[in-house]
């Protein structure tokens, strides 16, 4: 039982982590009806302009915390919409989905050949010390992940719920024209939600990256992950994306320490495939009528 109890928190630490890259496909679809497929290098990226900051230009970290997720929202947010989004998506969903594949590659490459290929290391944001409760031990990253990320989609949740910013983008995710027709710039709602996600993702990074280290390549397992876990908990409801990075997070977890750790990543894509074929809506999803 101990053991089980600190993989869960183990495992919700980094499902917490997945959901808040997840949560990002979930906002981009509902408002653009956008597919990221770059989201993991979205992820990447910051991690690599914290370690620029931070390690290399030696700024403070609250400084270099500042500055990554300003240049990550810009970079990712305006930039992003700016080239991509306005150019491509009046012509539909397919040509913006290769571009963004094509975005994922560039990304990655790019900090293979320019940077470097090693696994930079990241200093811990919080004390790795253990903390013991019972007989259970976890470590204080964890928790404070675990925490972080909570008041992350909390304040989200609570954005999207309470304000007329919120309001405005479940009336786009729910019919953009109607909403267009009611004065809502859908444009301009987009650009703030791609903003939105740049931030989420650069949050995402802060906390991941003393847990994977930073590489150019990790963004293909994280964004994976993000995806799997949206389509598992529902991709039209945030508190879906919520529970299924949850999820992803334990099963990952429990399946390679009891089963398999060389295949701990196929117990996700099972799951995922029995979603479809049971609840193809996902479990916290709203089955949409399509006319």
Known sequence: MTDV?????????????YAMAAIGFVLLWQTSNTINFAQGEFVVLPAFLMVLFWTVFRLPFAAALLATLVVSTLLLGLLVKAVLVERLLKMGVL?????TIGLSMLIRYSLQQFWTPLALPFPALFSRAPIRV????FTREELMNVLFAALVIGALQLAIRRTKLGWAMQAVAQNRNLAAVLGINVSRLVGLTFMLNAALTAVAAILVAPVYLVKYDIGIG???KAFYAAIIGGFNQIRGALLGGLLVGLVETYSAAYISNQFRD????????GVLLLKPEGLWGIKEEWM
Not at 134 to 137: F, L, R, T, W
């Open 5 to 17: 109890l600190q993989l869960f928190v183990a495992g919700v630490s980094i499902g917490a982590i």
């Open 95 to 99: 040509p913006l989905v290769i571009a």
């Open 134 to 137: 019972g007989e259970v031990i």
């Open 222 to 224: 994280i964004g994976l």
């Open 266 to 273: 196929a117990f996700a894509l099972i799951m995922l495939i």
